[in-house]
């Protein structure tokens, strides 16, 4: 189930009338209704009047379609540093798909695709390149102003795999990018790198795929 805070709300809404009160205002029709409390889910947004325009305006209808929003607007920001690879890269990812709000269980999976044990050459090379990354992404919201993470996981790839420089494997978009062009994009920083092994032990300590750590979103107001 999917909770909406306050936050979420207010930053993809243009019809708030009194946002401490919960209150908004249908385009369409006026009607004012108190649309949510916390922790309330689903069709916060629609008129009680049954108006077929949404008063989140141009905000998608579903939880399913705000959050391919996001993945279309990061895979924008993106867009410019996208660097194709060679099928020994691609394998074990699924180019087309986005697995938004799942990107630390698929970091992991394709972090742990060889095994560490492996004689293969090419295993081998792979496990002592790749490296998964828990950390967060930064951006400035474009209504309040105010600084927004969210703790993200991605995978940093070493020259050694590439020829195009140090690459980033995003588990969203399930794309390939320039590393630094990435951390400029997305606000990337990076608070905790693990090797395959140190994944697997992780993973298993903990029961989860992540975040492992405590890090600076835990504690931010702004987060």
């Known amino acids: 189930m999917t909770v909406i805070t306050k936050r979420d709300a207010q ?41 077929t325009e949404s ?5 998608r209808r579903s939880e399913v379609g ?24 691609r394998r074990g990812t699924s180019p087309g798909r986005l697995y938004a709000q799942d990107a630390y269980r698929q970091a992991w999976r394709y972090v742990s695709r060889e095994d560490p044990l ?18 967060v992404h930064r951006h400035r919201l474009p209504l309040s102003g105010r600084l927004w993470r969210r703790g993200e996981a991605w995978v940093e790839l070493d020259a050694a795999l590439t020829d195009q420089g140090p690459l980033v ?6 794309g390939f990018y320039d590393r630094p062009g990435y951390c400029d994009a997305m606000g990337a920083v990076a608070e ?6 140190e994944a697997a032990r992780a993973m298993l300590a903990a029961d989860t795929f992540g975040p492992w750590h405590r890090g600076a979103r835990d504690d931010d107001p702004d987060a």
């Open 192 to 197: 905790r790198r693990y090797t395959a092994k």
């Open 169 to 174: 494997f995003s588990p969203v978009l399930q």
């Open 118 to 135: 492996s004689a293969s050459e090419e295993a081998a090379l792979f496990v002592g390149g790749a490296r998964l990354v828990h950390g």
């Open 66 to 89: 705000r959050l391919r929003a996001i993945c279309e607007r990061e895979a924008a920001l993106l867009a410019p540093h996208r660097r194709d690879v060679g099928p020994a890269l």
């Open 11 to 51: 930053e993809s809404h243009p019809g708030w009338v009194d946002p401490e009160a919960w209150r908004l205002r249908c385009p369409t029709c006026g009607e004012e209704w108190a649309a949510v409390q916390p922790g309330a889910v689903a069709d916060w947004w629609r008129c009680p009047r049954g108006c």
């Open 55 to 59: 008063p989140a305006g141009d905000t």
